[in-house]
RNA sequence: GCGCGGGUAGCUCAGUUGGUUAGAGCAACUGGUUUACACCCAGUAGGUCGUAGGUUCGAGUCCUAUCCCGCGCACCA
């Protein structure tokens, strides 16, 4: 790799002749970010090609809107997947992340139509073509923006391979799914009912509809008996604008209140007409008066009833929902809202309102623009689901997983109660449907449809649909789509072949239905052929993608959603000016939990930055401490230990290392990355810092001292396998530091070399004579123990920052009094004492005690008595309440039977250290 | 109405198949410039794990009931 050494040489920030360099006092991360990227990019580290040689792993961007900007959504999102795929990386897979853009259909055109509004026109007044091209250019000038804004959080997508949904190929695979669906039966037109948005005017599928509830009436009136003038029916509504559309009331057939009216008619007030009672068990006997209106072309139940009695549609309104001409004169033009009012008014003045109540009730609204939605009688295209059983039983098998498992329930229940979806949208940015009709024929009619990517060659005597697509129903094609599918090219089908099916989805629960669903069930049905059913081996083979990888959505600190007008969605951008990208990435992957929701403010995410400066600092001193050559590759350093043994402190350190590094493997096996941050924060801060680098301390005092070396190279060991583990959460500053501390062999970036697993760690350190000892570790954590006592005694008696004290232990037996003595001027180091002295018996002075003994406080002036007794009488009754709950359960006979023989032994060895412990403390109170 | 998730320290959350005296970060308090780091160090305090039963030698963890909170689906005009 001497070419990226070339380079970066070339670079100001390597100075020297030496590869690496002195870090400075703080870390910078807008310096390091901008340069490693672009290093990175420049070297193709983010290429994903096929290497026959190593695993595949796959990772499919959920793609996010082209004209859309970073919000902390896309950085969790993203952040995620890129630690997956880094991680992948330094497994040694071949990996890609393939990155795109979605052109949201409805969501786009409502913005560019209201730029146009804002110009004071109209897509009408533009006509389709003109439009498009206004489309075209938004999307050209807002496209890409949220890519730099990705590279800027240092997403590692293979950028070469980007995809747009209106790029032509993608539009070609679009409409060959159509077609191809269409041949196998699954695409029908039909005319019913459907979600109807009056803003947008188009047709909504059933999961673009919000249920809010509202604040309404329930108005009661009364319609006239046709056969029997001056007896009437009651009859509730909450929408008495539909009035006019009503073909016939309907009661159920059970209820005895109306059985004598069933077959006669009432009169429609306005425009008055006789429409028929018929019974029906659609109507609630309950509800109201048990009587209910059937408008059949304004409401699905109505138009179910109307289906089955046979009774006349009436549309009375027009697609923008204003009412028309058949609602009469009066109506006609009238928005739905003022219809309800005057409706109401004139019920009144014909003395037919009964009354009009408060009432609360669940009104579907348009997801995209929040007006309530018109169940609208029109003809649309739409999509029976394919493989629904399979695609459950894949998710059912195990063959696709869902992690946290508990959504399988939420994607299985969808898929049991799933209804064929409308696909077709009157808006005009988006994949055009690849449906012909015959000029001046009959829509209806399949005979003069002509369905095709390329359309019929008679082009004068044919006419395409006018709408365009669903947006999912071409990012469910995305997993493959993006690949070039459906191509002979044998390009294509070897990269579909090698990263097909894709390893993980990382995305929102959100879209589970929207996208996931869709997904999984295209990719089940069109990456084969139309046989049924599917083995297991042709599920397997077929999905979309193996692991699902749910997260939760970002709130602000109270729980709200974030939102622009709200005003408390931050801009990424500047949080990676304040906290660096790699702060940001490990402190939302920190506050990350596996819930639903995440609560973010900024101050929950200050770990992510001090930790960076903490990893910087402690570099920083380990370049302080000694020259960092011989770290170019993981055996040179072994080679450095190999011919020491391990010192208690060093043993202690590997050894946690070595836990820590199993402990990521199983969480990123299991996909749990809740724990992930706080494991490295926990070894890294907590361990190593906290702890080894303090007591290493006093080996590096002295460059004679033969215990020098050995604290450098376990420093340089535990340094470098930490960056291995935090690279994929931290980038940047791991590669800066890679590079800084003489990691890198030959100039080679991190993502280029291995992260050992434990085991292969574990292994390569035994080939070279380096074993750790989990029972010198465990010792060392004693010694850990007494020196926190020590402090503590210290912290009690204000005297922690005076380093000249003297303490005295007494060790609790013969192999503490070895390990207090071994690791004295450690103790000495950490407890900041100028002296030890063993003793057996100490009087008179304040103690603490340890697993390893007593330790004491030599004070010159006069101790708080009192203070020292309460204190050493609060310690000796909670060893009181330990030792009585230890007492009881091993005085319990069936314990000791049942309890397996670990864990009575445990108990024993715990309750003949806490009695031992608390016979010191007693011994020390009666002192005084 | 059906379903899912949650209720653990002041706040936000961990807590593997039930097994030592329930943890972390932040906030609070006390003290501290000791060979990196004040974006730091040391220490202290703070919890009868929503409530009530049950199973068990043993329950934050399993079961039942119940109360709150959040979410999803369905929906009676």
Not at 129 to 156: M, P, T
Not at 307 to 318: E, G, Q, S, Y
Not at 653 to 660: A, D, G, N, V
Not at 778 to 792: F, H, T, W, Y
Request: aromatic share 10%.
């Amino acid at each position: 790799m001497s070419w990226v050494y070339l380079e970066l040489i070339a670079s100001p920030f390597f100075t020297g002749r030496s590869m690496t360099t002195e870090l400075s006092q703080n870390y910078d991360p807008a310096k390091v970010e901008t340069k490693w990227y672009s290093a990175w990019e420049e070297n193709g580290c983010f290429e994903g090609n096929i290497d026959s040689g190593k695993e595949p792993f796959t990772i499919m961007i959920p793609p996010p809107n082209v004209t859309g900007v970073l919000h902390m959504g896309h950085v969790l999102d993203n952040a995620l997947q890129d630690i997956f795929v880094r991680r992948a990386r330094l497994e040694g897979k071949s990996a890609l992340w393939f990155p795109g853009t979605d052109h949201a259909s409805i969501a786009t055109q409502v913005k560019v139509e209201k730029a146009l509004r804002d110009k004071g026109t109209s897509r009408q007044e533009l006509g389709r073509e003109k439009f498009l091209e206004r489309a075209w250019e938004w999307s050209e000038d807002h496209g890409g923006v949220i890519f730099n804004q990705l590279r800027k959080l240092g997403a590692s997508c293979d950028w070469r391979r980007s995809r747009f949904t209106m790029d032509d190929a993608y539009q070609r695979s679009v409409q060959h799914a159509f077609v191809e669906l269409y041949k196998r039966g699954y695409i029908y037109r039909g005319k019913r009912l459907v979600n109807w948005c009056p803003a947008s005017q188009t047709a909504l599928s059933n999961e673009e509809v919000d249920m809010r509830p509202q604040k309404g009436k329930l108005y009661k009136m009364r319609y006239e008996i046709v056969e029997e003038p001056g007896r009437f029916l009651e009859i509730s509504t909450t929408r008495p604008e539909t009035i006019m559309g009503d073909t016939g009331v309907a009661v159920h057939p059970d209820d005895e209140r109306y059985a004598d009216l069933v077959g006669k008619h009432c009169w429609r007030p306005f425009p008055k007409a006789e429409i028929p009672i018929v019974a029906d068990r659609a109507v609630e006997k309950e509800f109201g008066t048990g009587v209910l209106k059937v408008t059949p072309a304004h409401d699905q139940v109505d138009f179910d009833i109307g289906k089955r009695h046979d009774l006349p549609l009436i549309d009375v309104m027009n697609p923008d929902g204003t009412l028309n001409d058949l609602a009469g004169d009066e109506f006609d033009g009238m928005d739905r809202f003022d219809a309800r009012k005057a409706a109401v008014a004139k019920l009144e003045s014909l003395n037919l309102l009964v009354e009009a109540e408060d009432y609360d009730n669940n009104v579907g609204f348009s997801e995209r623009a929040g007006v309530p939605i018109e169940p609208r009688l029109s003809e649309q295209w739409y999509l029976k689901y394919p493989r629904v059983e399979e695609a459950k039983r894949a998710v059912e098998k195990g063959i696709i997983r869902f992690h946290p498992k508990r959504w399988e329930k939420v994607y299985l229940h969808w898929l049991n109660n799933i209804q064929d979806w409308c696909i077709s949208r009157q808006l005009w940015w988006g994949q055009r449907i690849p449906a012909w009709y015959r000029k001046g024929a009959d829509r209806s009619d399949p005979e003069n449809w002509h369905i095709s990517v390329d359309g019929p060659e008679d082009t004068d005597n044919w006419e395409q649909d006018e709408d365009v697509l669903d947006t999912w129903a071409s990012s469910n094609l995305w997993p493959f789509a993006t690949f070039g599918w459906p191509s002979d090219d044998p390009k294509v089908r070897a990269e579909l072949d090698y990263f097909y099916p894709t390893s993980m989805l990382v995305t929102g629960f959100d879209i589970i239905f929207f996208w996931v669903a869709r997904m999984i069930m295209s990719g089940l049905e069109l990456t084969g052929e139309a046989k049924e059913p599917l083995s297991d081996e042709e599920l397997d083979s077929r999905i979309p993608f193996k692991d699902i990888f749910i997260h939760g959505l970002i709130r602000d600190s109270k729980g709200r959603k974030m939102s622009k007008s709200l005003g408390n969605s931050p801009d990424p951008l500047d949080l990676i000016e304040k906290f660096g990208a790699d702060g940001l990435r490990f402190g939302i992957i920190n506050i990350a939990p596996s819930g639903s929701d995440i609560l973010f403010s900024e101050e929950r995410i200050e770990i992510g930055r001090n930790f960076c400066t903490k990893l910087w600092n402690a570099c920083r001193f380990r370049q302080m401490s000694g020259d960092v050559s011989g770290n170019a590759s993981l055996d040179a350093i072994l080679e450095r230990l190999a011919e020491t043994p391990l010192e208690g402190y060093s043993n202690w350190i590997l050894f946690r290392m070595l836990e820590t590094t199993q402990e990521i493997e199983n969480q990123f096996e299991r996909f749990e990355m809740h724990q992930l941050t706080h494991s490295l924060h926990r070894f890294f801060w907590g361990d190593f810092c906290d702890w080894y680098v303090e007591a290493a301390k006093a080996m590096l005092q002295s460059k004679d001292d033969p215990r020098h070396g050995v604290a450098l190279a376990v420093s340089d060991f535990v340094i470098r396998q930490s960056l291995l583990l935090l690279h994929p959460v931290m980038p940047f500053i791991t590669e800066e530091l890679w590079q800084a501390m003489g990691f890198s062999e030959d100039g080679a970036f991190i993502q280029e070399s291995q992260l050992p697993k434990a085991a292969d760690l574990r292994q390569a350190m035994v080939s070279r004579g380096v074993a750790v000892d989990e029972a010198g570790a465990q010792r060392i954590e004693e010694v850990n123990g007494l020196i926190s006592q020590a402090r503590a005694i210290k912290a009690e008696y204000n005297v922690a920052s005076k380093r000249d004290v003297t303490l005295f232990v007494s060790p609790a037996d013969d192999s503490s009094t070895l390990i207090v003595s071994e690791n004295l001027d450690t103790i000495k180091k950490l407890a900041g004492a100028a002296t030890i002295e063993l003793r057996k018996e100490v009087e008179n002075l304040p103690g603490a005690v340890s697993a390893l003994g007593t330790v004491y406080l030599d004070l010159t002036s006069a101790i708080d008595v009192e203070a020292e007794k309460e204190r050493l009488s609060k310690e000796l009754e909670k060893l009181g309440k330990a030792i009585q709950a230890g007492e009881g359960k091993l005085n319990n006979a069936s314990f000791i039977e049942k309890a397996p023989p670990a864990v009575v032994e445990g108990a024993r060895k715990q309750l003949a250290e806490t009695k031992a412990k608390r016979e010191e403390v007693a011994r020390l109170l009666e002192s005084f």
